[in-house]
């Protein structure tokens, strides 16, 4: 289970790795997760005198966090309603030395940090669909609201298929970068395969399409379709590996030009979003732990990494379910 923080998708719903398995009914499960991400940019630079990069114009350079709180109820073993809310911060950060001092050890590139001043926060972000993301000062906010539904309809020991579909509720703030301010909708199939003992497979085709897509505000973002595809490693019980791969289109067009890490240079905004997740997670009766690491592999069209880690419990009301 994750949720996107990248500051463009953080405005509306984003669809997260779930597994499409039931539960027993009446299962509660309460989970707690913490986010702590990082991204850098440049919009544009010139060049002084004696050819060196300078007057460096920064799209954003930012720190951030987010806390989650999650209840999910099982009402029946195939049917699961759940809740989640939000804490979202930005600020200006303390990694910038540590993660230059990083890339340069393995002769990684910069992206252009060392051009900037470190640990500053500035989002200034114009795009065509009548928004522009700015912030230059620390924000503390309450993010959006997700109620969501997952209906198993088939399962046997090889697999499982389900429906899952989520409305989300304005609650964030767009001044904060929280959130739209306007209710998305979503959808998603959910199919968990399990073809042989220590392995299981999961796929989600989704998408997101937020309301006011259809020209309720100034502001008209696109639909957005994403695909998570995931590979789980279980060698004990109580143990798994996590291998993610997360597949997003963009809700908004920019209007400058960046080069991504396979050469492509385009708007920033028109790439799929292409990150890779590895972690895992521990399962000791009805507590599940699970930590993980996120990064933009491909297109760049997301936080620089990602890291996560959340706590699970589960309790069996069993008389309230039917």
């Not at 991204?39 to 989650?68: L, Q, R, T």
């Not at 030395?97 to 060392?114: D, M, Q, T, V, Y």
């Not at 230059?136 to 997700?146: E, F, H, L, N, V």
């Not at 989300?168 to 703030?173: A, F, L, V, W």
Request: overall charge negative.
């Amino acid at each position: 289970v994750g949720k996107n923080y990248y500051p463009i998708y953080t405005l509306f719903y984003s669809i997260p790795g779930i597994s499409a398995g039931g539960e027993q009914a009446g299962a509660l499960i309460f989970c707690n997760s913490f986010y702590y991400y990082q991204d850098f940019i440049i919009k544009d630079y010139s060049f002084d005198e004696f050819g060196k990069i300078s007057d460096v114009e920064v799209g954003y350079d930012f720190e951030g966090c987010a806390f989650e709180n999650s209840v999910n109820y099982y009402l029946r073993s195939n049917l699961m309603f759940g809740l989640t809310t939000r804490f979202i911060s930005y600020y200006g950060g303390f990694m910038d030395s540590f993660i230059e001092s990083f890339h340069g050890l393995f002769g990684f590139p910069n992206a252009g940090r060392e051009y900037s001043s470190r640990d500053q926060l500035i989002v200034d972000i114009e795009t065509q669909n009548g928004i522009t993301l700015k912030m230059t000062k620390q924000s503390i906010c309450i993010g959006d609201t997700d109620l969501f539904v997952k209906y198993n309809f088939f399962h046997n020991r090889f697999g499982d298929l389900s429906l899952f579909g989520a409305l989300k509720i304005p609650t964030g703030s767009l001044s904060a970068l929280s959130g739209s301010g306007y209710p998305d909708v979503a959808g998603a199939i959910l199919a968990s395969l399990y073809p042989l003992k220590y392995f299981s497979f999961h796929l989600q085709p989704g998408a997101v399409i937020p309301i006011n897509s259809f020209g309720f505000s100034d502001f008209t973002p696109y639909p957005m379709f994403q695909c998570i595809a995931a590979l789980e490693i279980s060698p004990h019980k109580y143990f798994s590996l996590i291998a993610q791969f997360n597949i997003k289109t963009s809700p908004l067009a920019g209007n400058f030009n960046i080069t991504n890490n396979i050469g492509m240079n385009s708007d920033f905004l028109s790439y799929p979003q292409t990150n890779l997740l590895v972690g895992f997670v521990v399962n000791v009766k009805n507590v599940r732990f699970q930590l993980y690491f996120e990064e933009d592999t491909f297109t760049n069209a997301g936080n620089d990494w990602t890291f996560n880690l959340s706590l699970s419990y589960k309790i069996h009301t069993g008389t309230f379910a039917f």
